[in-house]
Every structure is written in C-alpha cells, then in structure tokens.
C-alpha cells in the first residue's frame, strides 16, 4: 500500500436523464448512458475546487485510493492523487469518470442493447472523444460544478482534456494535457488498426458477438495489447528493464517457447489484460482517438482554441516518448500561442517513453503541484472546510519508478 | 522496367553433398539442405570479381533482373544492381542467396522432412544467421571462389556481413553491413515476438502443421506483417506519404471499415506477404534475428572482430530509421575501432525510415560506387574480360524513391 493514500473509495454511477438521449458526433443517439466515475476529497463552499482527472484508453475511473476497500485494487493514478500528493485531495475535489465505449462501469458494446435486450457488440454506435467528453460535461452538471478548476490527463485523457479547453472552455480555468497530440497522427493510427486487426482476425471475435459464447477473443486481444504496451516503452527503458537476458535459462533453447526476459513480459502482459479489458471496447476507444483531430474543419489547429483565452495550459511531453513525441505537444504550444492562450510548457527529460506519464512521480509532482498553486491563488479558490497545510513531504529523489505500476501500465 | 537492368535471370539451386550433414549450432543436422541463389554478370578469371548480398526477413535470392524473363518479376535490389549501378555487373559477379528457413527455394519448415515424408512445420530445426552465413560459404566453395570481394546487405542482410566479417574474415576482403545491428536488441525481439504471438494466435496456425489444410495461417501472418511494416517506415514518410487523409471518404463513416489511407495500405500489404511468404518460415527467420548477438561470448563487441582486421567496412545507418537507430551502427563502429578495423561510416540523413536502404537510390549509388572503386584499386581486382567502362550516367538527383518498392517493402 502507498501511504497518504486517500483509502476506500467506492464506484458510483450517474445514469442520463431518459428524456434527453445523447447525441454523438456521427448523429446516432444513445440511451440510456451510465457513466461510471469516483471522487476524492471535498467539494468546497463554492464548488470551485473540483479537478477531472481523464484516463487513458484502457484506463477506468479508478485513479485513486482503494476500491472497495480492498488494497489490491489500487487506483491508476494513485501517485498522483491523494492527500499531499499533486492532486491534493486535502485541497480538491478529483473526479474521475469512465469513457463511454470503456467496458468500466460505463455504457459501451457490452451494454444491454435496449432494442435487442442483448449485448450491442458491433451495433454500438461509433463515440468520439468529443461525445466522451460531452457525456462528462453532463456528469459535471449533475454534480452541480459549473467550472472546474482544472481538467487533466495524459494520452488519451490529454486528448479530453484538449476538447474541454478547445470545445467546452467556459467550464474549466485550466487544462493539463500530458503526453499526448491534438490530432492522431498516421502511425498512431497505424498501430491502432493494427492492434483492431488481431482481434478481427480472431475467430472468437465472432464479428463482435461473444458475450454470450464460451469463447471470447483473447488471443486477438492479447496480440492488440502487445502491440499497444511495445509502444508505451522506451528502447532504452527495455534495455534497463529487460535487456537480452534470458528467462530462467541459461543458454538458447532453439526452440519457439518463451525465452527472453521481455518476451514473456509481453506474453504475461497480453495475456492478463484480456482478464480486464473488452476486446469491443478496444476497437471502440482506439478509433475514437484516431478519429481525434483538433486541426478540423479549419485545418488550423490555433483556431481550436480562440475561444479557450481564459483557460491556462500547462503542456507536458517525454524526451523519450516516442508514440506522442515531443514535437505533438510543441505543435500545440505553437497553436496556443498563436492563438494568445497562457501557456506553460515542459519537455520532460525521461528514459520511460510513453509511460513516463505515469512513471515521473517526482516531476510531476513538482510541476503539477506548482502550476495549481498558481491557480488556487489566481482563482482565489478556498480550500474546503477543516482544510490544514500538510508539513511537507519528505524528498522522493531518488525513488524508483513502481515497476508493478510499469508491468500493467493503464496507457 | 527499369532500364540498365542486367534483364533477364534464372533461379539456381546448390544442393549439399548428401554424405557431408549440415551441422547447426543447436547442434542439430539438417539434410538434405538446398540453397536457393542467383548470380548476375560474371567472374573474372582470378575469381576476385565476386560479391555477395545478403537479403533481409522477407526477401529472396531474386536481387536484381527479371525473373524468367517475367518482366513483373524485379529483383527487390534491382536499383542497386545491374550494369552501371551501385553493384556494376559490368564488373562484378554479383551472387545472391536465399537463408535457410525461408520460403524461397531453400530448405525450410516447408520443406519435405526426409524422416516423415512431410513438410517439417515446427520439426524444423531453429537456425540462426551463422547457420546462414555457414550455408552461404558452402556455396561460394561450391562456387569455386576463395575470397569474396566483399558481403553486402541491410538489415537482416546486415546481420549476415557482420557474421561473415566476424566468424568467416578470411574469406572477404570487405564487408557492407546497412541499416543493422550487432544485437537485436529487447525492442526489436518484443516486436519479432508480438508477430509471431499473431502467427501462434491464429487458428489456421496449427502449430506449424498447415501445409496440407485448405485454410492457412494467413490472418495471424497478415497482422505479424502489419506490425513489421510499421516498423520499417518512419513517422514522417507516413506524414508525407498518408498524412490523416481517408480513403475514397469526404468525412468520418464512424464504423470499422478501411477509412483512412494508412489504413488500407496496411490491409493490402498485409494481405498481400500471406501470398509470397510462409507463416512458420517467419517464425524461424525472426527467430534467427532474435538469436543474432555479436557481443557473445565475451560480451564485448570489439572482441568479436579481433580477427577481422583485415576486412574494410563500410557501414551505412539512416537518421530516420526507428528500428535499427544510428546508435547500433555507432556502437558497431566503436567496436570496430577499437578492435582496430578498417572502418568508414556514414549516417545518411532520410526520412524514409529503415527502408531507406532499399530507397536512398542515388546516396546508396554514390557511397557503394566509391567504397568499391577503392576495393577494386587496392585488391587490383581485374574487371571480367570483354569490360568497358560505361559513360557516366545521368544524375538521378530529385529522382523519386521507387512507391511500388515502398508498397511491398522486403525489408
């Protein structure tokens, strides 16, 4: 267990009202919505202390604390958010809400298909980002919050947390996208359909109608992870975790078994991620991040952001993060500033590639925690009652990254 | 057709003596063993005219010219051999030959086991590039060539010249390893691995035994390719070439259908390998690859050329290429430096990847031209009799790299 954890936390759902169906972007309706979400700490006064924390693709709405109280399930983002901690919850009012398509709690192609009484598979209609996002402007309705204070999030969460500043920059004062890109590029997509491919290729996949079949489309859904976690790493972070080393032999076995170190670490990874995740919900949640393009319908990505002038960024990318490379997160600050926006940029130096997002617990504490410091002052936000200073923690330098965090990254 | 082609070819095929069994370092034998080659211009009459190029994973002992005669049947390094060209037939006797385990004439898991009267399938023997290399001088013996003027070949291919160079220094005078490394490294096993993890994941696979079934293995080695291809091009020829452009679409279909052009590009080249290549044989080339460690035994690098110090290297890595980065070739030259070896490097600036080599024409031309001017200069090779040299040809200067040989990369 971490200490300062923020301890239990239970699921708690929020079903759309049945009278108003949700439109999505491709002009289907869906209904009815569940949208599966946690909260940490205490709305203040004034209700303007709320922070949405978004997930990554195969994320939930788990970040933080323990679910259920049970201490093995410890949330995704549990370095990151807690008492003390960057997302202080002696200070804020964290959300964290699962996407619509996820498999978490939150309505996606294993619903109940009302028109059917079954399962929707393939007749899921297609969701976005945009619609992910506009179903958690809904929750934030529901809780009654009229601004946050801040949205945050890294890959997939980094792209909610642009279409809140660019789509919907009246509800947030800040936004903090992490690792991520204001449009897919080609081979993001690339590997997305890549990773589709193998669980097309699956015949349990069944053209998405297996929920009701002994077999599900494992196989498929392990190669599409594999894929997916080789990008999440570093060459250079496999070279330290990994190397060519050998898994409890000795010498080659000319023979097509598990062999080396990073081998089974893949095969393990694969393997256990199909104990967690829909193979449906991975072809949902990928397109729609390919799908994602901040630059459209003008083909000019500053002017996402004309109306976002009092919303404050802090962008974050890892020199070593070679699946949203640097120069994303660049393009976006150059379209930022083209567009007048208050922006504050890091390029942190990191051997973790992609993952280093979840991995650069000091750094992210140091930069993070600073830029809401600076919020909390400029928006005069109270902290909520019985709120005390903590001392301050003692230094992490030198930490270790949590390697059973790294071995099951939620990118 | 490309002109200056040396035209038409003829497959060979060297078949080992039946009473000498290939030995492999698995310590298993392989008999009978065939070698798939092919040779273009000839050998001059002290046999030291004679160049030997190696092929990568997918490619075959067709390097150059039409195939019988079939004038769709190029040869995958037809740019770079032929009359006039980089490797000058004119002059040189130009030898290409197919590995052990491939699909392309030589013997490999679809290959008749002699113990069982079928295809081998996975009771073929783990081969590794030295077995490659190994059978490769049992040819040029058969040959009747002492000493090769030098080895040449990328990726893959690469792997084989520093082999020849390491284990073989005696039997050439230079070698050109491309686009390579001494060590595949944990990244590159993670994505051989995660291709064959869609090999095994595939049904039709059988464990290797598919040979005489109706459906093959195709769907898992379509996706193993989808995954290889990505990893030859770079995100920026991906950029320049597809960009987020959809195919035959003016908006979104929000469905699973092929919609953007990467997309497609990836379906069709992955569906068009599973008509030219053999699952398992991707199994056991890959394997080979995953095996290859120069560092081995001593786990110095430099150790492994201390007997190479009279081969001349020229050695080629591409800025843009992910897979084999600059830094192998670096660590490749230190060594060699260290080890007190003859060695020229360049690192030619391209953004088409790791399939820069087989598409930096003009570069590749000029650099190979000069390295082997100064071979024939110093060894005084004697051009075969009846040579002349040609007129300079036009510059290919702004020539664009061939887009059918990026369509169906044999890297």
């Given at each position: 267990m971490t200490t300062d954890s923020i301890g239990d936390v239970t699921a708690q759902s929020f079903i759309f009202a049945e009278d108003e169906p949700f439109c999505l972007e491709s002009g289907e309706t869906l209904r009815p919505v569940t949208l599966a979400y946690e909260t940490y700490g205490t709305l203040n006064a004034d209700r303007s202390n709320a922070i949405l924390i978004c997930h990554a693709l195969s994320g939930s709405a788990h970040a933080a604390g323990y679910l259920g109280g049970d201490p093995d399930k410890v949330g995704w983002w549990e370095d990151c958010i807690g008492?003390?901690?960057?997302?202080d919850t002696d200070r804020f009012f964290v959300i964290c809400s699962n996407v619509v398509?996820?498999?978490?709690?939150?309505?996606?192609?294993?619903?109940?298909d009302p028109a059917t009484g079954k399962p929707y598979g393939l007749n899921f209609p297609v969701v976005t980002v945009g619609d992910m996002v506009r179903a958690q402007v809904n929750l934030i309705d529901h809780l009654g919050i009229d601004k946050l204070l801040c949205v945050a999030g890294g890959s997939m969460g980094g792209m909610q947390v642009l279409e809140w500043a660019a789509h919907h920059p009246q509800r947030t004062h800040a936004a903090i996208p992490i690792a991520t890109t204001a449009h897919h590029s080609p081979m993001l997509i690339a590997f997305s359909e890549v990773g589709r491919q193998a669980i097309y290729a699956d015949p349990a996949w069944n053209h998405g109608a297996y929920?009701?079949?002994?077999?599900?489309p494992d196989a498929g859904l392990a190669v599409a992870r594999m894929v997916g976690h080789i990008t999440y790493l570093s060459e250079e972070s496999m070279q330290m975790k990994f190397g060519r080393r050998l898994q409890g032999l000795e010498k080659y076995g000319y023979e097509f078994e598990t062999e080396f170190e990073i081998e089974s670490y893949l095969r393990y990874n694969g393997r256990k991620f199909t104990e967690r995740f829909d193979a449906n919900s991975y072809l949902y949640v990928t397109k729609a991040m390919d799908y994602?393009?901040?630059?459209?319908?003008?083909?000019?990505?500053a002017a996402a952001f004309v109306g976002s002038l009092n919303v404050k960024f802090l962008v974050i990318s890892f020199t070593s993060d070679w699946l949203y490379p640097s120069y994303h997160s660049k393009q976006l600050v150059s379209a930022l500033t083209a567009a007048n926006v208050d922006v504050t940029y890091l390029d942190v130096r990191s051997s973790w590639g992609h993952d280093a997002f979840l991995l650069e617990v000091e750094t992210m504490t140091n930069l993070l925690g600073s830029f809401l410091d600076r919020l909390v002052r400029e928006e005069q936000v109270a902290a909520p009652a019985g709120y005390a200073p903590r001392a301050l923690p003692a230094p992490i330098i030198g930490a270790q990254p949590n390697r059973t965090r790294l071995a099951d990254s939620l990118a």
């Open positions: 008492p003390g901690k960057a997302f398509g996820s498999c978490y709690g939150s309505t996606g192609p294993a619903s109940l929920y009701d079949k002994a077999q599900k994602f393009d901040l630059t459209q319908p003008t083909g000019s990505l």
